[in-house]
């Protein structure tokens, strides 16, 4: 298979059509090798435009809403980042391309394992994968300049939030199936305020339901 050409036609016809215009983001697509990505037995899957399985529920994020997502971040080459839920690292070697240094989360041990030694094996050098809750993030490195939530959440919790810098922002969908949204929380003297873009549906990361309320 012609992986080089899969991932032009990728860019061309998945993500350049749902209105992704950054050039630093294109290009970070055209440059990271998906098909690394991905298990061996999916390689051949690698470049089509859906979630793909890559360890019991966790997903490679399609191409096109994960453009879209790090497209709304505005990321400058001066970012330092926190990705949560590394998963095997496709996001991270994206983020890698655009921003400063990227710390990234992964509570699944074998992923972050493989995520490292593929990370590393593409001279991803600017990346550090850290074992962890990935709803309580990484505040040893805190503040961020910038924090991407790798999948859906229900809520984004308070822990993640007081990492964000002042006059940074967390991107994350915030909900499950078709009416879930790509949402941006902005910190501004303190304050956190919370945008909503558009809809997108994608996989969930595990760990992040609402605590459920007992009604009387």
């Known amino acids: 298979m012609d992986f080089e050409a899969a991932r032009a036609k990728m860019v061309e016809n998945q993500i350049r059509t749902t209105d992704v215009t950054s050039h630093s983001v294109l290009r970070a697509f055209y440059t990271v090798p998906r098909e690394a990505f991905v298990p061996a037995e999916a390689k051949s899957l690698a470049y089509v435009d859906t979630d793909i399985e890559v360890a019991p529920g966790r997903y490679l994020m399609e191409a096109s809403p994960l453009a879209k997502l790090l497209q709304l971040a505005t990321i400058i080459k001066d970012?330092?980042?926190?990705?949560?839920?590394?998963?095997?690292?496709?996001?991270?070697?994206i983020l890698s391309q655009l921003a400063d240094s990227v710390v990234s989360v992964e509570s699944d041990e074998a992923l972050a394992a493989q995520a490292t030694q593929t990370l590393s094996s593409l001279g991803c050098d600017n990346v550090a994968i850290v074992a962890g809750e990935l709803e309580k993030g990484y505040a040893s490195e805190a503040p961020f300049d910038?924090?991407?939530?790798?999948?859906?959440?229900?809520?984004?919790?308070t822990a993640l939030l007081d990492q964000v810098r002042d006059g940074g922002r967390l991107i994350a969908v915030v909900g499950y199936g078709n009416a879930a949204q790509a949402k941006m929380f902005v910190r501004e003297q303190g304050v956190i305020s919370e945008s909503a873009y558009f809809n997108a549906s994608v996989k969930p990361l595990p760990g992040f339901r609402k605590m459920r309320e007992f009604v009387f």
């Open 79 to 93: 970012d330092v980042v926190l990705e949560v839920g590394t998963g095997t690292g496709y996001a991270t070697a």
């Open 146 to 157: 910038l924090i991407f939530i790798n999948g859906a959440v229900e809520e984004v919790p």
